[in-house]
């Protein structure tokens, strides 16, 4: 291994295919690791199998974006000309649960609002594919290590193996170095803070919010809902949901909806099952939860087929901690952290930062 040339980015969500990307356009090597089974992150689509057979595809993380930064745009507007992402032109408003009425109906087109296709992890494929950048999935990296007399970083799997030496880092997952990942895991966050004690203040505890998602497939159209996103207000339960069938490259074979709990309803749950992974029966009673709230609102008058939810446990931040900065820089060690955590709470957020860090690691790579 050349490791003159090589940079590794942990973590394949929009931040982390973002900034390989620009790495590998700009001459620098560069791998990817994550230890899911594909790209993406909270932009990954779910595949799921109803009883009668069915694949049904969902977008069940973020549901689409919108972008006003002029670097952004520029991205945006390359990926639509390469047919990996559509505008999503349907109207969008907000239902009141406790008067039961639509407020605030937005016109069909009103706010631009862009998704990936044929689903919201087309983008990230595609950028985890580019020439220049090596991809790793189902590859866990359990230990980041600065080898201070060697000037490089060593990566080590899961099985305890050495899995290569790097000039540069890019972390794009707080939870490689989050405290809550020994609570899933039992093991200790990859990144060690003590590595870098100039920034482990401003990284030990990113707020976060969590969230429940249920994904529901129906055999016909929600005729009563007049749009295709709609915010709850006054809900306990439920903070939003989308017609995913709706999208732009989707299947109209079934429609498809997916609902996001409130933060506060998903933190109530947690605190009775803790940070690790959900049983199958927490996950049943938080779908038929959702559900009831959802039905409860009156406007759905039948039953889905298919019916299943997902825990997102901290994926969604609460602060954005770089600011201006748009990401999180140790130039001594060539260490870039991004995400949306370092700019704002969204998909643009998440690629500005992206972008960020693959410049800082050009720079500093133009300057070895």
Known sequence: MNVTTKVAVVGSGISGAVCASTLARNGVSVTVFDSARGPGGRMSQRKEVSEDGRELLFDHGAPFFSVSNVDALNLVDEWESKGLVAEWNQGFGSFDYISRKFLNLEQE?????????????????????????????????????????????????????????????????????????????????????????????????????????????????????PMKGLSFQNSEALSWCHCDSSKPGRSTESERWVLHSTAKYARDVISQTGFTKPSSETLTKVADELFQEFWRTGLIKSKPFFRKAHRWGSAFPAASIAGEEKCIWHMKKRLAICGDFCVSPNVEGAILSGHTAALKLIEAYCCL
């Open 109 to 225: 087109g009103l706010i631009k609002r862009y998704v990936g296709v044929p689903g919201m992890n087309s983008i990230c494929k595609a950028l985890c594919n580019e020439t220049g950048v090596e991809s790793m999935f189902g590859a866990e990296v359990r230990r980041l290590e600065w080898l201070d007399n060697e000037n490089l970083w060593t990566l080590t799997g899961a099985d305890g193996k050495d899995i290569g030496l790097f000039k540069g880092i890019v972390v794009s997952d707080k939870a490689m170095f989050s405290p809550r990942f020994t609570a899933v895991t039992g093991h200790p966050p990859p990144l060690d803070l003590n590595l870098v004690p100039e920034l482990a203040a401003m990284l030990k505890d990113i707020p976060t919010n969590p969230c429940f998602a249920l994904m529901l497939a129906f055999s016909e159209p929600l005729s009563s809902i």
